[in-house]
């Protein structure tokens, strides 16, 4: 016997699963039944290339998805991304000269990158993201590196706004939270998802 409260659950996903596909399906030029086979099929064929990458992601034993397994899902529903504005972040100080004169300057800190994704070249979604200096890992890093993060993290972030519903149809979990295990970029855990 299912327990009532799981039932009530599922039921909600699939009636939010229902209402995402009511909003992007017809845009994506699929109906609802096209749409479930199309994740799942999607979902299935990304999850065996991702399994034969001889150099997979894998923290604390768990195997992760990165930025180019997104475009490759993206890809396969004809989606793209565009950079739209690159801002830089300075950090103004203060700072006294030899005359006791107060002096404000400002100082590189980091990149904000705003990005679309794409369908038909029509907007269907748009992100912004950072990486600064502030960041540990980002520290010691030079300009060119902490703008292709910044870069990396917002189209990643347009793809995953408009494909997450991917995942949802093909009963997979998505965690929420994976910044904490940045190595080149934020991956996404792939430790439960499984054939569909």
């Known amino acids: 016997m299912q327990d009532k409260e799981y ?6 996903i699939q009636q939010a699963t229902n209402a995402t596909l009511l909003s992007i ?20 064929t990304l999850m065996k290339v991702i399994k034969a990458k001889p150099k997979p992601l894998i923290i604390n034993g768990k195997q992760y998805m990165e930025y180019a397994d997104w475009q490759l899902l993206g890809l ?12 830089v972040i ?31 070249s029509q907007v269907i ?13 980002w520290m010691n890093k030079d300009r060119n590196q902490i703008r292709e993060m910044a870069q990396i993290r917002a189209k990643r972030s347009a793809l995953k706004d408009v494909l997450r519903w991917v995942f949802s149809m093909a009963s997979l979990d998505m965690p929420e939270n994976t910044a904490q295990f940045e190595v080149d970029e934020d991956p996404e855990s792939l430790n439960m998802f499984k054939e569909v």
């Open 125 to 137: 979604s748009t992100t912004t993201a950072e990486c600064t200096r502030h960041e540990k890992q």
């Open 76 to 87: 396969y529903f004809g989606i793209t991304t565009k950079v739209n504005n690159i801002e």
């Open 25 to 44: 399906g017809p845009f994506l030029g699929l109906d609802e039944s096209q749409a479930l086979a199309r994740a799942k099929e999607s979902v299935n």
């Open 7 to 12: 039932t009530g659950y599922e039921n909600a």
């Open 90 to 120: 300075n950090e103004m100080y203060e700072k006294t000269d030899k005359d006791g004169n107060i002096i404000s300057e400002s100082k590189f800190m980091g990149y904000i990158v705003e990005v679309s994704a794409l369908k038909y």
